[in-house]
């Protein structure tokens, strides 16, 4: 799950990590009346689960607050397009307005989690205000990077040695690093998957204040943090993918090809997704439906499907002994009963019950196009596709 920029500051402050003054508004009265409030110059800031919000026009000066009412007006109600949002942007119902900072320096600081040992990374690099992956690609020494043993938690000599790597030494040292032990205390205590303030900045009268900042949660930690959860935004997140998550049908999450997926299992969706690829085509989304014998949740599949346009044919395969093949061949057969299935359908089932299954389809006169194994499944599904 993500936040607003504004979410993530304010929960940044509560473990005393400086920034910038401001509040949120959704009007631009509103947006007025906090840079009257402020009493300084202001940044008006579109609130979108996006980066590079300032290139598509999403953020703008203003000296005062009747500069602050014109831009948020500017900003609220477009669709804002960057590179992260896709073509179709996304509508901007929110704008953060807080206190203009005069930048001596951006740097970057993020946390994540570094899967190859099991561990929390935090990553620092005098480079900031740009993409961390492109600095990582130009120079990969800019990155100076401390690994954290959750079991004794960041220590302060870390903070030191990466403040000091990225050029806060001096009078800059022990702000830094509480800053930096700030931010590893959010990401821990919050079950974050990610944690970053690109650009952290020094300003001209020598304050380190996180100039943006980026959240996200780990889903399947949230029920442990019900405060955090209700900072959720629907809105910003991809309708298909909220209504799987509203069903149960499993996880479901939209990618960009044109072929629906229907697979049980992580591992197998994975393989199928490859499949695809291997074949020339391009997986609509990954769809996990789980270990489930269920029609109801291969009904709720096809009607997310169903709904998503970019779909233009659907590959099923389902595979492995706990899986009964006469179940989703029962839901394979209600879904085309209950809807408009207007894709073709290619099926490759192997498991228990399978002859049962194959009964059920050839009886139900369903025009499916079947598949032995993933290779040739993978295969008629990209055709089918066109």
Known sequence: MKVHEYQAKELL?????????GKVAGTADEAAAIAKELGVPVVVKAQIHAGGRGKG??????????????????ILGMQLVTHQTGPGGQLV????VEERIEIDR?????IVIDNSVGLPLVMASAEGGVEIEEVAAKDPDAIKKSLVDPTIGFQAFQGRDLAMAIGLGGELMRPAGNLIAG?????AENDCSLAEINPLVVTKDGRVLAADAKFNFDDNALYRHKDIAELRDLDEEDPLEVAAQESGIGTYIKLTGNIGCVVNGAGLAMATMDAIKLAGGDPANFLDIGTVN???RVIASFRILMDDPDVKAVLINIFGGMARVDVIAQGIIDAHSEMDVGVPVVARLVGT???????LLAESGLNLIRANDLGEAAKAAVEAAG
């Open 13 to 21: 402050a509560r473990y005393g990590v400086p920034v910038p003054n």
């Open 57 to 74: 026009g999403g953020i703008k000066l203003a000296s005062d607050a009747a500069e602050a009412r014109a831009a948020a007006g500017e």
């Open 93 to 96: 119902k929110r704008v953060l």
């Open 106 to 110: 951006e740097l970057y600081l993020g």
């Open 183 to 187: 931010l590893y205390g959010a990401f």
């Open 294 to 296: 269920d029609p109801d």
């Open 353 to 359: 019950n399978v002859e049962e299954g194959e009964r």
